[in-house]
Structures are given as C-alpha cells and as structure tokens.
C-alpha cells in the first residue's frame, strides 16, 4: 500500500460511529475528572484563610479546560504551593518546604508532554505517566486538606473547651 491509500484507510476508520462515539466519551471522562481534580483543589483553598489565597478558589476550575490547561496547571501548582505556605506558617503547623509544588510541577510538564505529538508508543507512556501523576499530586492536595479540616477541628475543640471553663 502506498500513502496515499494508508491515509484513506485511516481516514475511513476514524470516521465511523463507533470511533467517534469513542472519542467523544473518552473527551467527556477526562473533562469530569478534571472537574473533580478542580473541586479538590477548590475545596483545600477554601479552608486557606482569604488574606493567604494567593488565587481564588473558583479559579482553580481553569485546570479543567483543554489547552489552556497546558499552562494553568504550572500556575495553580505555584500559588497553591504559595497559598498553603502562607496558612501554614499562620497555623504554626511545619510543613514540607513546598507542599504540593513537585507533584504539581510534574505533572504539568507530564500532561505537556502528552500534547506534543510523539510517536505512539511514547504518546502511550506519556499518557499512562500523565494519569499516575494526577492521581499522586491529587492524593497529595488532598492530604493537606485534611491537615487543615483536622487542624479546624481541633481549634473548634479548644475554643470549646475555653467556653466551658468560663
């Protein structure tokens, strides 16, 4: 077969129904995952005390857009980073020096490198390393959600016991 008739067959097979469907469910369930990866992210700045946000929490929805992702995911992993330092030094709760920034890093050059085209093989590792570290840099953000929720929890607790003592 010549090139030309390799790219009509090609042409051929990912117009078909089933292809298409396919791709469009793929799209959708990677859209509602990052919806959800935004939400985590949302719910831990909310905990972060206004004066130490060093971006709004809705912003963090930006994570979930095709393309301009490429770049925000680099920016949200910053002032995420920033935003949890600042809360934490405020809690006088010690921490890693950059809570969130190294998961959040590479996963940003990670999910870059699934939007260069590279060969196949190297597009399908790329995109397996891309999920692996969404899952660990969410894992990780969500732990130091718990740190806070737990942290408000217990202050709630002392402020209640000061009351009693009154």
């Not at 089933?18 to 799209?27: C, G, M, P, S």
């Not at 010690?94 to 590479?106: C, F, M, R, V």
Request: glycine share 2%.
């Amino acid at each position: 077969m010549n090139q030309a008739e390799l790219q009509e067959q090609l042409l051929k097979e990912i117009s078909k129904p089933e292809f298409i469907y396919t791709a469009i469910a793929v799209f959708a369930v990677r859209i509602i995952i990052w919806l959800f990866f935004a939400n985590t992210m949302r719910k831990t700045l909310k905990l972060v005390a206004t004066e130490n946000q060093c971006i709004k929490p809705n912003q963090v929805f930006g994570v979930a857009i095709p393309l301009f992702n490429i770049y925000w995911n680099f920016e949200v992993a910053k002032r995420l980073r920033d935003s949890l330092i600042n809360e934490f030094f405020d809690r006088k709760i010690a921490i890693d020096e950059a809570p969130t920034y190294k998961k959040g890093s590479l996963y940003g050059w990670i999910y870059l490198a699934t939007n260069i085209p590279l060969p196949g093989f190297i597009s399908i590792i790329a995109v397996i390393f891309h999920f692996v570290t969404l899952i660990n840099y969410w894992v990780d953000i969500n732990n130091y959600k718990r740190i806070l929720e737990q942290h408000n929890t217990f202050r709630s607790q002392e402020e209640l016991e000061k009351e009693h003592e009154d």
